[in-house]
Each structure stands twice: as C-alpha cells, then as structure tokens.
C-alpha cells in the first residue's frame, strides 16, 4: 500500500458514535484470529480425512463453535448480555446433545484457552475459566433473528470452511447492523498475504516459503484485520498480533482504499473458488463482455471483500445457484468496508443489499457485485437464465 494517507487514526477512532463498539469488536476478532489460526496448524498438520466435513467433530467445527462462544462472551462482557443481540451461523442444538460430548469438552478447551488471552487483547476475561454450560449459553445467545429495527451483531465464526479445511484462505465476520443498516464491519483474514501477489497463490505456497525464508518484517507478513464504520469515508487494516505480543492501539492500523484503475482493461475480477457456490462460466462471459481481460482471481470467503477494499483486484462477483439464499452475516461485514472505502456492493438489479429482512439478504436479485465507483457499468449486468 503506497501512498496511502496519514490519517490520525487514534483520533478517528474516539471520536465516532461507534467508538467502544469498533474497539471491543477489533480485539474480539482479533482473538478469533488467533484462535483460528491455532486450530488451522493443528489440522494442518493432521492427515485431511479427518476434516472432511463440518458435521463431525472436526476442527473446523471446533473452530466454529469456539469463534461464536467467545466472541459471544466478549461482547456480552463489554456491553452487559442484556444489551447484545447476535445472530451468528451455528446453532447450539447439537453441541448440546449427548454424544456430542468431546466435541464440547475440545470447544470448552478451545475458548478458555483463548479467553486467557484476552488481557494480552486488551480485553478482560474471565476470573475462572468457563464451564461447559456458560459456553452453551454464550453460543446460544446468538439467536437473534435480525430485522428492521434495533441493533444487532451479525457474526460469521469462521467464514470459507473450505478453505480453512485446506489451509488457505478463510474470514471471521462480524458487522453491528442498527435498524437495518450495516453500521459497522470487522474482517478478520489470518492468511492474508501482504504482498498482493501470494493472493493468487494457494496458501500452502506461502507458508513453504515462508518457512524457507523466514519474513524480516514481523508484523505484515501475513493476517490482518480490516474495519470501516459507516460514513466515515475511511477503511482501515491493522495486522494479527504475533507471538506473545500486546495489542496496543491503534495497532499500526494504516487506511486502504479500493484501486484508482478505471480501464476495465487492467481491471482483475476475484470470484469464489468453488463452481458450485458460483458459475464461473457465466462471470467469464459477463465479465468479458464489460472488457475485463485478466484472469479471474479466486479466493475462498470474505477475504474477497478484504481484496476489493485494499485495491488488490477492482471487482467481486458472485452468481449463486438459484434459489441459493445469501445470508447476512456473509456480506455485512465486506460492505461497510468496501463502502467506506471507496467502492459500490449491488445485486444484479444495482440495488444495495438489505440487512433488515432477517437473516437472508431476502429479494436479492441473484447476483451479489463489489465495483470501484469508476467501473460502474458494471452493475447492472444483463439479466441471465443461469
Ligand atoms: N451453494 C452455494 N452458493 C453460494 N454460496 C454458498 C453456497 N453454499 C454455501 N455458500 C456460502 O459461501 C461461503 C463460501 O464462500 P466462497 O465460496 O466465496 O468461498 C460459504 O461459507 P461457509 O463455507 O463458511 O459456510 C457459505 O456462506
């Protein structure tokens, strides 16, 4: 990021109406991050047929679970359980049952050790470690169901199990939505790469070379945290804190900016990596026939937003199955930053997306687009039968 502007970030921070909400919600994620990225290097190092799907007892599912108890617990701790309504994408039902038994114990686990942490964050936690019933409760205090008034947290714990499961790329989501509106986007990304080009490369190459030679630069290698809150006309990234570290305030946290191209020509496209979750055939063409030439980029999860919101491609497609229905802790998040930041999110109609429906981004009309203000012929594709 050259040239990026030298804002007082310190003082952007304290003095807007969502100051306490940014910070307890910077660190929460933060220490998702870690939490991740502990469980990550441990099913890394486990032989993949272990974690072949999220409906066992997998790390994934460790993962997931443990991501929504504490952030749960963290908020409730900072702005008192009465004042935090959450809707999060795991229900707590089968981690309650019986035979769930030592999928609870490793989440239990996993949370404590995460919540000893937290002072090393800049948060509090517990004076004891927490038993398995007040993780349950703290997992099943995330059953808002959202709509049009009143304030509520959107949370996705772990957001591109796919690539979290391969190693690559994967985001911990959490927005603040107040009468509809998306006020407030945190994007945790623990495997984003500094350096634009590792983007196109899967993970795995990163942390080849990395281990091979070892970054002189401690804390940009790799994994951030972006955040935006609404009409502030800033976006800002700050990088995971490393080893034994302390998070201190603003955290190096420097302003990104969607790109400046405005030739469709040198423009890149990012989509997700998966067919099924969105036709690559049809944003080829699509994006062929609005003069996009390079190749697409492909990244799992929010980290696309993340990409859109630091300039390192100019435009985010995405063409669900039909009757695929987006939720909206999928997109909270990644619009308040790329917004703020300088871009445009739109369905395929051109219209914004709704948070205030529930829990689907309901009447979405197929599509979902992140564009640079300059390249906005593109948001209003023509309609497809796909
Ligand atoms: N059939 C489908 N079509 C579109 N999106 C889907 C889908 N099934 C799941 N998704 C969503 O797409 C996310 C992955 O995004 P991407 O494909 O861009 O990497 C999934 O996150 P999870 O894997 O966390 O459930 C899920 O929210």
């Excluded at 099913?43 to 504490?70: C, E, G, H, R, Y």
């Excluded at 038994?101 to 948060?123: I, M, S, W, Y």
């Excluded at 004076?127 to 019933?133: T, V």
């Excluded at 191209?261 to 990596?273: G, R, S, W, Y």
Aim: charged share 20%; net charge negative.
């Amino acid at each position: 990021m050259e040239g990026v502007r030298k804002l007082d970030i310190v003082g952007s921070v304290e003095s807007n109406e969502y100051s306490k909400e940014l910070d307890v919600a910077v660190r929460a994620v933060q220490m998702a991050c870690f939490l991740c990225q502990k469980v990550q290097e441990s099913l890394i190092s486990k032989s993949s047929s272990q974690v072949q799907s999220k409906d066992d007892n997998s790390p994934v599912t460790v993962a997931d679970w443990s991501v929504q108890a504490t952030v749960s617990w963290l908020l409730s701790q900072s702005f008192g359980s009465e004042n935090v309504s959450i809707v999060a994408e795991e229900d707590v039902v089968s981690l309650s049952k019986a035979d769930a038994a030592g999928l609870l114990k490793a989440v239990v686990n996993t949370v404590n050790d995460c919540l000893a942490e937290a002072p090393r964050f800049g948060l509090q936690g517990p004076a004891m470690a927490l038993g398995a019933s007040e993780v349950i409760e703290a997992i099943g205090r995330c059953n808002s169901s959202g709509g049009p008034t009143g304030r509520f947290w959107a949370l996705d714990p772990v957001d591109g199990t796919l690539g979290f499961v391969r190693g690559d790329q994967y985001a911990v989501a959490l927005a603040l939505i107040e009468n509809g509106e998306a006020v407030l986007g945190v994007l945790g990304c623990p495997n984003y790469p500094m350096r634009k080009e590792w983007l196109s490369y899967q993970h795995r190459y990163h942390r080849i070379i990395s281990k091979l030679t070892p970054p002189t630069s401690e804390s940009w290698d790799k994994g951030c945290v972006m955040y935006a809150w609404k009409g502030s006309g800033e976006a800002w990234m700050q990088p995971l804190i490393q080893g034994d570290k302390k998070l201190v305030w603003p955290n190096s946290a420097r302003p990104v900016q969607v790109s400046s191209i405005e030739n469709p020509a040198l423009a890149t496209f990012c989509e997700p990596v998966e067919k099924s979750n969105s036709s690559h055939s049809f944003t080829a063409g699509l994006a062929h026939s609005v003069g996009l030439r390079k190749q697409p980029l492909r990244v799992y999860s929010m980290v696309k937003y993340a990409t859109i919101a630091r300039g390192d491609a100019e435009v985010f497609m995405k063409f669900a199955r039909a009757g695929y229905k987006e939720k909206i802790w999928d997109h909270a998040a990644g619009v308040v930053i790329i917004e703020e930041a300088g871009g445009v999110v739109s369905d395929a109609g051109g219209r914004r997306l709704d948070f205030s429906k529930g829990i689907y981004l309901e009447g979405l009309d197929r599509a979902i687009y992140s564009v640079l203000a300059e390249l906005n012929t593109l948001h209003r594709p023509p309609p497809h039968g796909k």
